[in-house]
Structure formats: structure tokens, C-alpha cells
């Protein structure tokens, strides 16, 4: 079974999306796709809707790696690496001022597709990560999940590689 029929199943899936892969050599559809991602730079994260988001994890699978993300990375993910306008850093209050919830409601909101991050006024939609304590997958990031590298679909265990980058 192929990954985007693994995630067809479900309907609604929150996908974190890490660019693990440079800019060096890519082409420029892939680079034009990068930039609509927002994933501008290595280790940069996002939080996209698989339905909406599909035709271009297509195109960029071979320089990311993506899975569902579960409710406590998002909260942490928001709470460390949340950015606003002006590299502000992502407060309690400013998301009760703006959402009127709290980050577990956010996060919450998010993973249900209720809330898109693009659409929070002053928010940045896209985290800055530090590179994996600890490394990457022994086969590196050249290689897909399923033959022991990093890149690809990796189901729920994209938020063991997040524990590590936040």
C-alpha cells in the first residue's frame, strides 16, 4: 500500500512536515512548492491538512519528511517554537486575545481541521527547528523511511523525530 492511500483512510489528517533536505540542485517546481509550503530553509516545520496539501507532499516527499502529529508535540511545538510577526515569541495570551482558546484548544482545533495556522493574524505558520539530538535514522537523508533513512511518510513516528528538534 502506497502512502498517500495509507493516509486516504483517514479523512482529516494534520501532517507535521520537516524539510530535512538543502536547496542545492533542486528544480525549480520543487523549489516553487517549497515556498508555497512555506519550508523555506533545512529543519523548518509545518502543520498542513493532508486533503488540501496532498498533490504537493507528492512533489517534495523526496526532500521531507511527514506524519501525523499528535496533540502534546503540537502544544510543545506552539509553546517553544511558536513565532509572531517580529520573531516575538507565541504567548498564552495572544493566542486567548486572538483565538480565544488556549494552546491545548489550538492544537486541538488544529489537528480537527477546524483551525489553519495561516489564517491566525501575526502568526508565523511555519517552526524553526534545531537539527535531531542524537542524528538523524542511521542510513541518513538520503534514503526513504521504509529502507532506514529519514525521508518519506513515517507515519506517528514523526513526533519521536520532533521530540528531538524542538
Do not use: W
Not at 482558546?101 to 489553519?116: C, H, P, Q, R
Amino acid at each position: 500500500m502506497t502512502q498517500t492511500k495509507q493516509i486516504q483512510q483517514q479523512e482529516n489528517v494534520a501532517l507535521a512536515v520537516v524539510r530535512v533536505r538543502g536547496e542545492v540542485g533542486l528544480h525549480p517546481d520543487v523549489k516553487r512548492t517549497f515556498d508555497l509550503l512555506r519550508l523555506r530553509k533545512k529543519h523548518a516545520c509545518v502543520v498542513v491538512n493532508f486533503s488540501n496539501a496532498k498533490s504537493m507532499l507528492k512533489r517534495v516527499k523526496d526532500f521531507t519528511t511527514f506524519g501525523e502529529i499528535d496533540k502534546e508535540v503540537l502544544v510543545r511545538l506552539l509553546r517553544t517554537r511558536g513565532r509572531l510577526a517580529g520573531n516575538a515569541h507565541l504567548t498564552e495570551e495572544f493566542v486567548k486575545d486572538k483565538m480565544k482558546m488556549n494552546f491545548e484548544e489550538l492544537a486541538e482545533a488544529v489537528i480537527d481541521g477546524k483551525v489553519s495556522l495561516n489564517k491566525i493574524p501575526g502568526f508565523k505558520p511555519f517552526f524553526r527547528l534545531a537539527p535531531p539530538a542524537g542524528g538523524f535514522e542511521r542510513n541518513g537523508i538520503k534514503r526513504g523511511f521504509g529502507q532506514g533513512g529519514v525521508l518519506g511518510y513515517r507515519a506517528k513516528k514523526i513526533n519521536k523525530l520532533l521530540e528531538k528538534m524542538i
